[in-house]
């Protein structure tokens, strides 16, 4: 999750699910996002009834934490959005949120050697 650094989870070392009771959380274009699906159902799970907004643009979500309108939930706490702004720091959750992701493809069409060697590398590792 990402919160403004005068948010009161700013100074939390982690945070919990069940924090985010009541919490006005920004999301990017309802139903766009696989993120968006995984917190929604771990909230559900745990009984917690959050305040959700909506934007247009990513770039707003961050704009709006920065701006104490909310807190957001990302990825990849190293974006440089995040990163490079002083005023949004990341919190990782106590337990965190596991998702699983795969790769697809057209067996029928040309893929690139790049692509292979990519695909062949993600194949080592994958059941690890």
């Not at 957001?72 to 720091?89: C, E, M």
Request: one cysteine or more; proline letters at 5%; aromatic letters at 10%.
């Amino acid at each position: 999750m990402i919160v403004s650094c005068s948010h009161p989870f700013a100074s939390q070392p982690m945070i919990s699910i069940d924090m985010l009771e009541n919490e006005p959380i920004i999301m990017y274009r309802m139903g766009s996002t696989y993120t968006e699906r995984l917190l929604l159902e771990n909230m559900k799970r745990a009984g917690v009834h959050p305040s959700l907004r909506y934007v247009r643009e990513q770039s707003t979500v961050f704009d709006m934490v920065a701006q104490e309108c909310g807190i957001a939930a990302v990825l990849d706490d190293q974006v440089s959005a995040i990163r490079d702004n002083p005023k949004i720091t990341a919190k990782r959750f106590a337990r965190p949120i596991e998702f699983e992701t795969g790769l697809m493809w057209n067996r029928n069409k040309y893929l690139s050697g790049s692509a292979r060697k990519f695909i062949d590398f993600i194949g080592r590792y994958q059941d690890k």
